[in-house]
């Protein structure tokens, strides 16, 4: 026995020793791509010596004697700290995500390839101008000069990830970053599934008219600028369910409701307390670790510019130079049709055309799969765009046999000049020359908003589409693609673009809201991102005389719900304080302490609060309720609570009430029959997922921010480490907006929101301050790969200074890069 036991404890004890020597190896190849931030480099093609100073929190502040030095060390810093995140982007953009993960992301690479996203960047190279040629090659360069140091100098691949996946990493090119301005244009877009959706909803209805009902138009004349203070397919029979494939974490294509969204506003010095201009902008995108934002500071020969940036790009999107500053939001511009092409009987290699039958231009793609067969697919194109796959947004289900679908996008142009407009932007010295700037501006269309020290001002940027007025869907819904009426001619002028210019209110914003309400075709769009919270935007703004930075950054910060004020009185009109007690335990128990906490709540979505989880449950059981039964598997689409609905049905708008009936049972039910039903189903659903309590439940319990790494976020053990979760406030409909996720065993995830967040003073500009929802590095052992993330969670923000003296004082490091002689 004792023998045994001496071998059990020696076969123990080299286990262990293994284990540990293991973790301490995968440690130090890990801790080898970490980057020294304070170091003297020579390297080749720079004119002059860069320096980059990093502040306490990381932010790179570059300083060079000519624009091309800069735009260097920015690749050279971008692929210090996102080496990963970028090779990701460029691998999507490209269609080559198989070659590193398999067969589990080759639909993906099928997309991707027949929008033929990254042969229109090459393509687009031609398209730009001396100057914007001249930056994109000099980032280029600096991103290889990290690429060259860490093959010299073993630097552990460059990113941790590298050891796990083998990911080999080619040389940069100036079409990578135009091919990721496409993609960013991809995951932003949301009208082809909203053309389909729609599509789809009215096979499935019986009555035409109940679609305006569960597909509303947004109501209103358009909402920009803020008055004075003082004035305060047709051939389709069928119906099918969901053949969208499940989406893949990597996947660049959002559904509707994870389509662009964000935040902007500007105050005149007429509205500002200190009288100079304000602006705020958050841009909405989904999360992930690190976020895809990282903020920089460049100091150019047009003075220094400092905000956030999106590696793999040259450019400042959101932020402000010494006499600017500039925001973006999602403009919900209908820049995308779906299109029916009819197939040659005769010859399928053909479609029809306003000429007759053509021949698709075809090319034949390879996509190489890791540990499996390469594949070989043909693209195809028509006079309208490509040709996609049936299960591309559910297109199957609407296209009819003999049929196939095609696409026309802005984004897809071989002559895409959006990175030549964006850094002009980045040099203009006013809100005039910005607007100026934004002509050569293509796709994806943006609402660009602008302060200069005296100025306000808002411009949509981007390719209108020029439609026939005889359009037979006006672009709502696919139409038939030989049919000349049905076709683009071309864009309209920028100057028909929507444009707000100093304003006589002195306040400009917008939260993704209708912007203007033109007849089609020159309307913009008939779907637009948000209804609800720009109701609470213009509360604020005019509860104000005048703004300050600390007013625009509670207003960013706000979580009260429009939403449930306005909702809530309606939908349980009749059930508020009524009924006789009930014993504890039973369910008209329950039922009434629930409407008494609701009864009380202000609307706020705080994190510590049980009220905003028994609302959103109770919202989303009675949505559930209400459209189940006329939509059956189609229901599952409505993965969010759409308020506009559920007001028409309560009001009874148009008839609108009739959704509260079972179509399949014999009583009429009515829509306080649904509302107490439905809270009965949440309370439920609350009991069996967070216990009995109402009292003590947590909305930040349910409203987890996920920010997860793409790729090792579902790794036992290795998600501890990289993804980052965190108890936040706000909901769906709030100004600080964190959209749930809708579905599965945690609906009400917040999976998509502010991942970066600026508020600019031009009164004293380096009082302006900005943050990111993770950190700036995306290497999970650094300390800047999440030590933003809780000033984030709180709302704190740290300073956007262009104060030399400042970066320097607190540096956690200072890279000189001297040219290589």
Same mark, same amino acid.
């Given at each position: 026995?004792?023998?045994?036991?001496?071998?059990?404890?020696?076969?123990?004890?080299?286990?262990?020793?293994?284990?540990?020597?293991?973790?301490?190896?995968?440690?130090?190849?890990?801790?080898?791509?970490?980057?020294?931030?304070?170091?003297?480099?020579?390297?080749?093609?720079?004119?002059?010596?860069?320096?980059?100073?990093?502040?306490?929190?990381?932010?790179?502040?570059?300083?060079?004697?000519?624009?091309?030095?800069?735009?260097?060390?920015?690749?050279?810093?971008?692929?210090?700290?996102?080496?990963?995140?970028?090779?990701?982007?460029?691998?999507?953009?490209?269609?080559?995500?198989?070659?590193?993960?398999?067969?589990?992301?080759?639909?993906?690479?099928?997309?991707?390839?027949?929008?033929?996203?990254?042969?229109?960047?090459?393509?687009?190279?031609?398209?730009?101008?001396?100057?914007?040629?001249?930056?994109?090659?000099?980032?280029?360069?600096?991103?290889?000069?990290?690429?060259?140091?860490?093959?010299?100098?073993?630097?552990?691949?460059?990113?941790?990830?590298?050891?796990?996946?083998?990911?080999?990493?080619?040389?940069?090119?100036?079409?990578?970053?135009?091919?990721?301005?496409?993609?960013?244009?991809?995951?932003?877009?949301?009208?082809?599934?909203?053309?389909?959706?729609?599509?789809?909803?009215?096979?499935?209805?019986?009555?035409?008219?109940?679609?305006?009902?569960?597909?509303?138009?947004?109501?209103?004349?358009?909402?920009?600028?803020?008055?004075?203070?003082?004035?305060?397919?047709?051939?389709?029979?069928?119906?099918?369910?969901?053949?969208?494939?499940?989406?893949?974490?990597?996947?660049?294509?959002?559904?509707?409701?994870?389509?662009?969204?964000?935040?902007?506003?500007?105050?005149?010095?007429?509205?500002?307390?200190?009288?100079?201009?304000?602006?705020?902008?958050?841009?909405?995108?989904?999360?992930?670790?690190?976020?895809?934002?990282?903020?920089?500071?460049?100091?150019?020969?047009?003075?220094?510019?400092?905000?956030?940036?999106?590696?793999?790009?040259?450019?400042?999107?959101?932020?402000?130079?010494?006499?600017?500053?500039?925001?973006?939001?999602?403009?919900?511009?209908?820049?995308? @049709?779906?299109?029916?092409?009819?197939?040659?009987?005769?010859?399928?290699?053909?479609?029809?055309?306003?000429?007759?039958?053509?021949?698709?231009?075809?090319?034949?793609?390879?996509?190489?799969?890791?540990?499996?067969?390469?594949?070989?697919?043909?693209?195809?194109?028509?006079?309208?765009?490509?040709?996609?796959?049936?299960?591309?947004?559910?297109?199957?289900?609407?296209?009819?046999?003999?049929?196939?679908?095609?696409?026309?996008?802005?984004?897809?142009?071989?002559?895409?000049?959006?990175?030549?407009?964006?850094?002009?932007?980045?040099?203009?010295?006013?809100?005039?020359?910005?607007?100026?700037?934004?002509?050569?501006?293509?796709?994806?269309?943006?609402?660009?908003?602008?302060?200069?020290?005296?100025?306000?001002?808002?411009?949509?940027?981007?390719?209108?589409?020029?439609?026939?007025?005889?359009?037979?869907?006006?672009?709502?819904?696919?139409?038939?693609?030989?049919?000349?009426?049905?076709?683009?001619?071309?864009?309209?002028?920028?100057?028909?673009?929507?444009?707000?210019?100093?304003?006589?209110?002195?306040?400009?914003?917008?939260?993704?809201?209708?912007?203007?309400?033109?007849?089609?075709?020159?309307?913009?769009?008939?779907?637009?991102?948000?209804?609800?919270?720009?109701?609470?935007?213009?509360?604020?703004?005019?509860?104000?005389?005048?703004?300050?930075?600390?007013?625009?950054?509670?207003?960013?910060?706000?979580?009260?719900?429009?939403?449930?004020?306005?909702?809530?009185?309606?939908?349980?009109?009749?059930?508020?304080?009524?009924?006789?007690?009930?014993?504890?335990?039973?369910?008209?128990?329950?039922?009434?302490?629930?409407?008494?906490?609701?009864?009380?709540?202000?609307?706020?979505?705080?994190?510590?609060?049980?009220?905003?989880?028994?609302?959103?449950?109770?919202?989303?059981?009675?949505?559930?309720?209400?459209?189940?039964?006329?939509?059956?598997?189609?229901?599952?689409?409505?993965?969010?609570?759409?308020?506009?609905?559920?007001?028409?049905?309560?009001?009874?708008?148009?008839?609108?009430?009739?959704?509260?009936?079972?179509?399949?049972?014999?009583?009429?039910?009515?829509?306080?029959?649904?509302?107490?039903?439905?809270?009965?189903?949440?309370?439920?659903?609350?009991?069996?997922?967070?216990?009995?309590?109402?009292?003590?439940?947590?909305?930040? @319990?349910?409203?987890?921010?996920?920010?997860?790494?793409?790729?090792?976020?579902?790794?036992?053990?290795?998600?501890?480490?990289?993804?980052?979760?965190?108890?936040?406030?706000?909901?769906?409909?709030?100004?600080?907006?964190?959209?749930?996720?809708?579905?599965?065993?945690?609906?009400?995830?917040?999976?998509?929101?502010?991942?970066?967040?600026?508020?600019?003073?031009?009164?004293?500009?380096?009082?302006?301050?900005?943050?990111?929802?993770?950190?700036?590095?995306?290497?999970?052992?650094?300390?800047?790969?999440?030590?933003?993330?809780?000033?984030?969670?709180?709302?704190?923000?740290?300073?956007?200074?262009?104060?030399?003296?400042?970066?320097?004082?607190?540096?956690?490091?200072?890279?000189?890069?001297?040219?290589?002689?």
């Amino acid at each position: 026995m004792a023998l045994v036991f001496k071998w059990l404890m020696r076969i123990t004890t080299a286990a262990v020793a293994l284990v540990v020597l293991c973790v301490c190896m995968v440690y130090y190849l890990a801790s080898r791509s970490l980057p020294d931030y304070d170091k003297t480099l020579e390297l080749p093609y720079l004119t002059a010596e860069v320096e980059i100073v990093r502040d306490n929190a990381n932010v790179p502040h570059i300083f060079g004697q000519t624009d091309q030095d800069v735009f260097y060390a920015l690749g050279y810093a971008h692929a210090q700290d996102r080496l990963w995140q970028m090779t990701m982007l460029r691998r999507t953009a490209q269609g080559r995500l198989s070659e590193v993960f398999g067969t589990a992301t080759v639909d993906i690479d099928k997309l991707i390839r027949r929008l033929d996203i990254y042969t229109r960047a090459v393509a687009s190279v031609e398209a730009q101008d001396e100057q914007t040629m001249l930056i994109l090659r000099a980032y280029a360069t600096g991103v290889n000069a990290r690429l060259d140091e860490i093959n010299d100098s073993a630097l552990g691949r460059g990113a941790p990830e590298m050891f796990l996946f083998n990911a080999p990493v080619s040389a940069w090119r100036p079409a990578d970053s135009l091919a990721i301005i496409k993609l960013m244009g991809l995951q932003l877009a949301g009208h082809l599934d909203e053309e389909v959706l729609r599509a789809r909803m009215s096979l499935a209805l019986s009555d035409a008219q109940r679609l305006s009902d569960i597909l509303p138009d947004a109501p209103g004349s358009g909402i920009a600028a803020l008055p004075e203070y003082a004035e305060l397919v047709q051939g389709v029979t069928r119906f099918a369910e969901n053949t969208m494939p499940p989406q893949h974490p990597l996947s660049p294509f959002k559904r509707r409701m994870f389509a662009g969204a964000s935040n902007a506003w500007a105050a005149a010095p007429s509205r500002s307390a200190s009288g100079g201009t304000l602006l705020a902008n958050d841009p909405h995108l989904e999360f992930t670790a690190p976020a895809i934002w990282y903020l920089a500071r460049l100091e150019l020969q047009s003075g220094g510019v400092i905000g956030g940036t999106i590696p793999g790009m040259p450019l400042v999107l959101s932020g402000r130079s010494e006499n600017l500053g500039w925001g973006l939001t999602y403009a919900y511009m209908d820049d995308q @049709d779906a299109y029916i092409e009819e197939l040659n009987p005769d010859n399928p290699e053909e479609y029809r055309t306003p000429d007759g039958f053509k021949p698709f231009e075809t090319r034949g793609s390879i996509i190489n799969i890791k540990d499996a067969a390469p594949i070989t697919i043909t693209l195809r194109w028509t006079e309208n765009g490509p040709v996609l796959p049936g299960t591309h947004y559910n297109l199957g289900t609407i296209t009819p046999p003999g049929h196939v679908a095609s696409l026309a996008w802005t984004v897809l142009s071989r002559n895409d000049t959006s990175m030549g407009a964006a850094l002009r932007l980045m040099r203009a010295k006013s809100v005039r020359e910005a607007i100026a700037a934004g002509e050569g501006y293509l796709a994806p269309a943006m609402n660009l908003m602008l302060v200069d020290r005296e100025e306000i001002a808002m411009k949509m940027i981007g390719a209108m589409p020029r439609r026939d007025a005889r359009h037979q869907s006006q672009g709502r819904l696919p139409s038939p693609g030989w049919i000349e009426a049905n076709r683009w001619q071309g864009r309209l002028p920028y100057a028909s673009n929507p444009e707000f210019v100093a304003p006589n209110g002195g306040i400009l914003g917008n939260t993704n809201n209708k912007t203007v309400d033109r007849p089609f075709p020159n309307h913009v769009s008939f779907d637009w991102g948000d209804t609800q919270r720009v109701q609470r935007w213009q509360g604020l703004m005019q509860a104000r005389e005048v703004h300050t930075r600390d007013s625009f950054i509670e207003a960013q910060l706000d979580t009260v719900s429009f939403t449930a004020r306005s909702l809530l009185p309606l939908i349980g009109a009749e059930l508020w304080f009524t009924g006789e007690a009930a014993p504890d335990g039973t369910p008209l128990r329950q039922r009434q302490r629930a409407l008494t906490l609701l009864a009380g709540w202000s609307g706020e979505m705080n994190e510590h609060m049980p009220e905003p989880l028994i609302y959103a449950a109770w919202l989303r059981s009675l949505q559930e309720r209400m459209i189940r039964d006329e939509l059956g598997p189609l229901a599952s689409e409505m993965t969010h609570v759409e308020p506009l609905f559920i007001e028409r049905a309560f009001r009874d708008i148009d008839g609108a009430a009739v959704w509260c009936d079972v179509v399949q049972s014999a009583p009429v039910e009515t829509c306080a029959d649904m509302a107490r039903l439905a809270l009965d189903d949440a309370l439920v659903w609350i009991e069996e997922t967070w216990g009995p309590a109402l009292e003590t439940l947590r909305w930040g @319990d349910a409203h987890q921010a996920t920010h997860d790494h793409a790729v090792l976020g579902q790794v036992p053990i290795l998600r501890f480490f990289v993804n980052i979760r965190q108890s936040t406030n706000g909901g769906d409909n709030t100004l600080q907006r964190g959209l749930t996720k809708g579905r599965g065993p945690d609906p009400f995830h917040n999976t998509h929101g502010a991942a970066y967040r600026g508020v600019y003073d031009f009164a004293d500009p380096d009082s302006s301050v900005f943050v990111t929802s993770t950190g700036q590095s995306g290497h999970f052992l650094s300390r800047h790969y999440d030590d933003l993330a809780q000033l984030w969670r709180r709302g704190e923000y740290i300073p956007m200074s262009l104060d030399e003296g400042l970066a320097r004082a607190a540096a956690v490091g200072v890279t000189i890069l001297r040219p290589r002689p």
